[in-house]
């Protein structure tokens, strides 16, 4: 590889737990009955062409806790053995800030990062009440050395108490930034924000962002909608706000089967500038991401370019006009996670179908209709 640059590549939510509604058969099950090269098998080669690979682990990796008759201790776990799936992809630094990684408790918490360590792969966002509020991870290749710094904006709806990972706001990120920036070349900023299945950040991400990039900020990579939004090109910086789902078993909803790897070249002279290009990338129904085929490619080029422009697109009176799109795009989903567990029915075991029906189907318009920006995620 040259190496008057390095290649940073980056992808969204990295979910290798069953969820809810695909209890049985959704990622850990598929992982447990294929084995954990299978998921990266077909997008490996992509993964690995460039020196740097970041994703947002969206899931414990901890059996900590778990009760198989119970469905509320088993949705969105990791299985242990899982981390080898995310070290044959070559991940050297995975997102830990986000709403699913305290679920299951901080031991659970504990036992994750303990196993990304140990095979090499870097815990990013955890909290710390030293000098900074996100802990940094700082990688060197070829000279050129990069500062990781990872928070979470996102509700967290399990975990009573401080969460172990960074949650603080502009503030506290800009002093990291700028702390982080006196040490390295390059700082990226991991940002687990937005609302769910919008196609498009708010205006507040997209000032976040921009001043973020106004500090110092080089790269900052969203996540947690779990659909594709576009990237734009700020000053000397890259904001891609949400990555969308990389490995997630919502292959229900054709939206998350849409993804992609942000490939950016980092140079190791800052005055050629930071440039990217997007590697259309699709999640088959066993949810394994691979390479679109070429026709396919340049719709999915068309596509992000759409969302791209949307980005700075006036949208009325600010945040209610945003929650109530994001509403609408909720009560849009009500059908096909009908279907989709209806389709399913046989698949599930008697305590996991009863559960469905009792605490899923008859409660899902009610907490749709109540508040939208706060429902069960990761379902």
Known sequence: MNTDHIILNAVGDVCLGDSLISLGFGTRSTLEARGSRFIFDAVHDVLQDGHLLFGNLE??????????????????????????????????????????????????????????????????????????????????????SVGFLGYSHEWEQYFHGRP?????????????????????????????????????????????????VDHGCDVVLGHHPHV????????????????????????????????????????????????????????????????????????????????????SRDRGSGVLTYRRAQKVRLLALIIPKFIHIVRHTRKYEAHVRRYLVLRKLLRLAPRLAASPGRLESGN
């Not at 008759?69 to 992809?89: I, S, W």
């Not at 709403?99 to 710390?128: K, S, W």
């Not at 006196?182 to 976040?208: I, K, N």
């Open 164 to 212: 172990l990972y960074a949650t603080t706001g502009s503030t506290g990120i800009l002093a990291d930034v700028a702390r982080l920036k006196r040490r390295v070349d390059y700082v990226v900023v991991s940002m687990h924000w937005g609302l769910e299945y919008m196609p498009y950040p708010s205006r507040d991400q997209v000032a976040l962002a921009r001043t973020l």
């Open 59 to 144: 899931c414990v990796l901890s059996d900590r806790g778990l009760d198989w008759r119970n469905p509320t201790t088993v949705y969105l776990r990791g299985a242990p053995e899982a981390v080898t799936a995310c070290r044959h992809g070559g991940f050297d630094v995975m997102n830990v800030a986000n709403n699913h990684t305290l679920q299951y408790g901080a031991e659970a918490f504990h036992d994750t990062t303990h196993l990304l360590r140990a095979n090499g792969i870097a815990p990013l966002g955890i909290a710390t009440d030293g000098d900074y509020h996100s802990k940094p991870v700082i990688l060197e290749r070829h000279g050129v």
């Open 228 to 311: 594709v939004q576009g990237c734009e090109r700020y000053k000397h910086g890259l904001i891609a706000y949400s990555l969308g789902n990389f490995v997630f078993d919502k292959t229900w909803w054709p939206a998350c089967r849409r993804t992609l790897v942000l490939r950016i070249t980092l140079p190791r002279d800052r005055r050629v500038g930071i440039s990217h290009e997007v590697r259309p990338i699709r999640a088959s129904r066993e949810y394994q991401p691979a390479p679109v085929a070429r026709r396919a490619a340049q719709r999915e080029f068309a596509a992000h370019a759409r969302l791209s422009e949307a980005i």
